[in-house]
């Protein structure tokens, strides 16, 4: 069955929204793979897709599938083949919803330019992070919606354009969401809720880990120029990534930050650093962080993030209050023992237990229907701030303020409209703490 509403509707939503008003029908019988039944309608939203990688193909299968009316009609990267195993997988999974004419798939560093040149409403962007910012801002300057992967930059300038962005999109009433996805997960919710809701009294430490063993290296071809084997391998270049404490350990981060009532830290100090993954070919991210963020009133939290091969692995938060504790394992259980013990494993069952990815996207169309749709991007913002002023103390040596960190002027990466083939950025050195400087 498919869920159509009205033309004026339509217009309505277009409106109240501030997305570009668009044509509506494209020439889908040239698709030769695309028989399907899906007839585009004045109501139909066109998803972008941006960084076909294996986030973005799921983002953009959730997106297609969140709405009967909502379907995927461009697609832009920089690898061929990332752009075709991603469409042929989305194609497999949702025939009638992928209408992405071979004209439409765009590839090259410009791509995410003809992407918002074309009549998408909503973008989803999920290249490595260090396009993030200058992606998001003209996104937002070409009047679409978006929907942006963690973390959303690699350096603090970054940041604050991210969050200049956020306020322009607001202004506009356009959709901006981060996949900080634990924020969508049931489970999370119904623990958060009653923690902020007193549960464990005044929450005065948290303590998160993200350990996990060593992460993909994909084989690159001895033809490929530096930056094609670096960009292939992004993880391991701190001016791609930011590194793996923003790159992967800033969801338990945003989690300490939702337990602490999203207030920010004033003070961090830390350490890391790169002992099991030395080679050559991993760049010059460290392999571990440990991290002690300080709030205002003397709370504190403590983060322990780690990427190394055979060593223990964790991944969970745990809240203590003046009333109690709670213990959240990410995947598994998620527990209060307070005023009340309560889990809510014993409370509800697996069916109960939803896919926050898909969830996050039924939101975002949701509210986009809806002409409130909704903008995380400060919080998402400050979230992965946590995580660079992490790796800011821990690469430095030094004790920084959340000042310090936001306002500090140091670029990672070149400018977006430098990135070609033959780019050869020369990156940083492995930092050194008590060396290498805050900037
Ligand atoms: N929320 C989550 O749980 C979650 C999970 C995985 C990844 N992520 C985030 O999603 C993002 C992508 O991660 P991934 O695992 O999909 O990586 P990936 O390497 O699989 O995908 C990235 C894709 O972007 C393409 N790309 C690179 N530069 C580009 C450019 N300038 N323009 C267009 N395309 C470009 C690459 O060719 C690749 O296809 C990262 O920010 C990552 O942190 C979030």
């Excluded at 995927?72 to 949702?94: G, I, K, P």
């Excluded at 410009?110 to 396009?131: G, N, R």
């Excluded at 290296?217 to 292939?232: A, H, M, V, Y």
């Excluded at 070919?281 to 709370?299: L, Q």
Aim: with cysteine; aromatic share 12%.
């Amino acid at each position: 069955m498919k869920k159509t509403t009205t033309d004026t509707s339509r217009r309505k939503f277009l409106r109240t929204t501030g997305a570009t008003v668009v044509g509506s029908s494209l020439a889908f019988n040239v698709l030769g793979k695309n028989n399907s039944d899906f007839h585009f309608n004045s109501d139909t939203i066109k998803v972008g897709l941006i960084g076909c990688g294996g986030r973005g193909t799921g983002a953009a299968n959730q997106a297609i599938n969140s709405d009967p009316n909502v379907v995927l009609t461009a697609m832009a990267d920089v690898f061929e083949e990332s752009m075709e195993t991603a469409y042929n997988a989305l194609l497999d999974e949702n025939p009638d919803k992928v209408k992405v004419a071979p004209d439409h798939k765009f590839m090259g560093f410009d791509s995410y330019k003809k992407v918002l040149e074309s009549d998408v409403d909503v973008v989803i962007l999920a290249t490595p992070p260090c396009f993030r910012p200058a992606h998001l801002e003209a996104a937002i300057d070409a009047g679409k919606h978006v929907f942006f992967e963690k973390p959303v930059a690699v350096d603090a300038p970054g940041i604050r354009r991210v969050i200049a962005t956020a306020k322009k999109a607001k202004e506009k009433n356009l959709g901006f969401m981060s996949g900080f996805c634990w924020r969508y997960d049931y489970p999370k919710r119904a623990t958060y809720d009653r923690l902020l809701d007193g549960a464990i009294g005044d929450i005065h430490t948290v303590y998160t880990t993200y350990n996990t063993g060593a992460l993909w290296w994909k084989e690159t071809k001895p033809s490929w120029g530096k930056f094609k084997k670096e960009l292939r391998n992004w993880l391991y270049y701190n001016w791609l990534s930011g590194d793996h404490i923003m790159e992967q350990a800033v969801h338990s981060l945003d989690l300490m930050s939702w337990a602490m009532g999203d207030v920010l830290p004033v003070k961090a100090v830390g350490t890391g650093g790169r002992q099991s993954r030395t080679e050559e070919r991993f760049g010059n991210v460290y392999d571990h962080f440990s991290i002690i963020y300080e709030y205002a009133n003397g709370e504190k939290g403590f983060h322990i993030a780690r990427q190394q091969k055979d060593c223990s692995r964790a991944y969970h938060i745990e809240a203590m209050g003046n009333k109690g504790r709670a213990n959240m394992e990410v995947f598994s259980k998620h527990e209060i023992m307070g005023k009340k013990n309560w889990q809510w494993e014993k409370e509800f069952s697996k069916k109960d237990k939803n896919n926050m990815y898909q969830t996050e996207h039924d939101e975002l169309f949701a509210s986009i229907r809806k002409g409130n749709p909704i903008n995380d991007g400060v919080r998402a913002a400050n979230s992965t701030m946590l995580a660079l002023w992490g790796r800011m103390v821990a690469y430095t040596g030094e004790s920084l303020t959340w000042d310090q960190a936001l306002n500090s002027e140091e670029i990672l990466g070149p400018k977006i409209d430098e990135y070609n083939w033959d780019l050869d950025w020369k990156m940083a050195d492995v930092a050194q703490p008590g060396i290498t400087k805050f900037k």
